[in-house]
Nanobody, 128 residues
Framework: QVRLMESGGDSVQTGGNLTLSCVASGYTANMHCMAWFRQAPGKEREGVASFERNGVTFVADSVKGRFTVSRDNAKNTVFLQMASLKPEDTANYYC??????????????????????WGQGTQVTVSS
């Protein structure tokens, strides 16, 4: 089992920047796909971005151009750099991991296709 720990959530004003981090521990050998999801109150969980171990990435259209995903395989860490934050970015941001490889990682993130391991989430609040 993989344990995921997110950090970096905070309260910022519109236009601000944040970087979220997610560190994985445990059995990470098959952890090809690491992803970020978010869920706002009353809304469904949304796939935001993912980074497959060999470099295939996905960024949702809703955040493209503002959010960047990166990964440090040696440290089992995935990052989400968020710029030009808007109030509609307010949500609890979750890290997820699974064995999806190559473009399957992107597809699984986009359609939320059953990631097996999840973190507890980190709250991002953007005020106007």
């Amino acid at each position: 089992q993989v344990r995921l720990m997110e950090s970096g959530g905070d309260s910022v004003q519109t236009g601000g920047n944040l970087t979220l981090s997610c560190v994985a521990s445990g059995y990470t050998a098959n952890m090809h796909c690491m992803a970020w999801f978010r869920q706002a109150p009353g809304k469904e969980r949304e796939g935001v971005a993912s980074f497959e171990r060999n470099g295939v990435t996905f960024v949702a259209d809703s955040v493209k151009g503002r959010f960047t995903v990166s990964r440090d395989n040696a440290k089992n860490t995935v990052f989400l750099q968020m710029a030009s934050l808007k109030p509609e970015d307010t949500a609890n941001y979750y890290c997820a991991a699974d064995g999806f490889q190559s473009v399957a990682c992107a597809r699984a993130t986009k359609y939320n296709l059953g990631f097996s391991d999840w973190g507890q989430g980190t709250q991002v609040t953007v005020s106007s």
